[in-house]
C-alpha cells in the first residue's frame, strides 16, 4: 500500500529572476559633453554666397558665350559700325571659343559711303575670315589686355586725296571715338593676314598701285617686327629679305619703286599710330617697326 504524504511543489523551470531595488535609469541622460559651434558670421556667408555667385555666372557665362557672341557680333556690331560709320557692314557668321577667348567673324564686307551713291571705293574692306584671340593671359595681372589678329582672304582699298589724307585714316578717325573706353591698356601681339590683297590710288601721283599674293605679318618688340611677301604691280617683294633685284634696269627699278611704296605706307602707318597713341591713354595698335 502507497502512501502518499505530501504532494509535489511545482517547479519553476525558468528559475526565479531576482529583482533588486534601486533607481529607475533614465535611458535619455545626456552623453559626453561636446562644445557648442559657433554660427558662421554675416560677413562669411556673403563671401560664400557671393563665390558661388560668380562661379554660377562664369559656368552660364561659359555654357551661353558660343551662342551669345556670335548673336551680338553678327546683329548689333553691323548695326553699330554702319551708323558710325555710315557706310553698310555685313557680317554673315560669327563663332567663339571660351576656351581660348577666339572671336572669329566670317565674310565681313564695309561698303562705299552711303552719304556718296557715286564712291568709286566698293567695297573699302572685306576679308572672308577675321579672328581675334587673346594672347598672354598673364598679363592681365599687370593690367594689360594682349590680342592677335588674324585675317585670311583680305582686302583694302585705299585711297590718298589730293589733300594727303587717306580714306582709313578717315574712317579710323570716324570709329576710334565710339570704341568704349577699356580699364585696361590694350595692345597687338601679332598681326598676320595671308593670301590678301590691296589696291592703293594716289591721287597725288595719279598712279594706281595693286598688291596681290600678300603675306604680312606684325610682330612688335622683334628685331625684325615686319614680315612681308606680295607681289606688288607684277613684282615679287620679300622683307626684311630684299633679293637681289636683277641686272636689267627694268625689274630693278618697278622692284625699287615698290619697295619705295611699302616703306612710304608703313611710315604714315606709323606716324599716325604715334599721334593717336599721344592723344590716347590706351595702346589700340602695335608699337612701331624699328
Not at 606709323?270 to 592723344?279: A, G, K, T
Request: glycine share 6%; net charge positive; aromatic share 4%.
Amino acid at each position: 500500500m502507497i502512501r502518499i504524504t505530501d504532494t509535489p511543489k511545482s517547479r519553476d523551470r525558468f528559475g526565479s529572476i531576482p529583482i533588486r531595488d534601486g533607481k529607475p535609469t533614465n535611458s535619455l541622460s545626456p552623453g559626453p559633453y561636446l562644445p557648442r559651434r559657433p554660427k558662421p558670421s554675416f560677413l562669411w556667408i556673403g563671401c560664400k554666397r557671393i563665390v558661388g555667385l560668380l562661379l554660377w555666372l562664369t559656368l552660364i557665362l561659359g555654357l551661353g558665350s558660343p551662342l551669345l557672341v556670335p548673336y551680338l557680333a553678327t546683329t548689333l556690331l553691323p548695326k553699330h559700325l554702319a551708323s558710325t560709320l555710315n557706310r553698310p557692314v555685313t557680317i554673315a557668321r560669327a563663332e567663339f571659343n571660351p576656351l581660348t577667348c577666339t572671336l572669329t567673324l566670317r565674310h565681313l564686307m564695309i561698303g562705299p559711303k552711303l552719304s556718296r551713291p557715286d564712291d568709286p571705293v566698293d567695297p573699302l574692306l572685306s576679308a572672308d575670315r577675321i579672328s581675334l584671340a587673346l594672347a598672354a593671359p598673364k598679363r592681365l595681372l599687370h593690367g594689360e589686355i594682349v590680342c592677335n589678329l588674324g585675317a585670311g582672304h583680305f582686302f583694302l582699298h585705299l585711297v590718298r586725296q589730293k589733300d594727303g589724307a587717306y580714306n582709313l585714316g578717315q574712317v579710323l578717325d570716324d570709329l576710334l571715338p565710339g570704341l568704349p573706353l577699356l580699364p585696361l591698356r590694350f595692345s597687338w601681339n601679332t598681326i598676320a593676314l595671308d593670301n590678301s590683297r590691296l589696291a592703293f590710288d594716289d591721287e597725288q601721283t595719279g598712279k594706281a598701285h595693286l598688291a596681290e599674293e600678300l603675306t604680312l605679318g606684325i610682330s612688335p618688340g622683334q628685331a625684325n617686327s615686319l614680315r612681308l611677301q606680295a607681289k606688288i604691280n607684277g613684282v615679287a617683294i620679300t622683307l626684311p629679305d630684299t633679293a637681289n633685284p636683277g641686272r636689267d634696269d627694268g625689274p630693278a627699278v618697278k622692284t625699287s619703286e615698290a619697295i619705295a611704296l611699302v616703306q612710304e605706307l608703313s611710315q604714315t602707318a606709323n606716324q599716325y599710330l604715334q599721334n593717336h597713341d599721344n592723344s590716347s591713354p590706351q595702346s589700340l595698335s602695335p608699337s612701331p617697326a624699328p
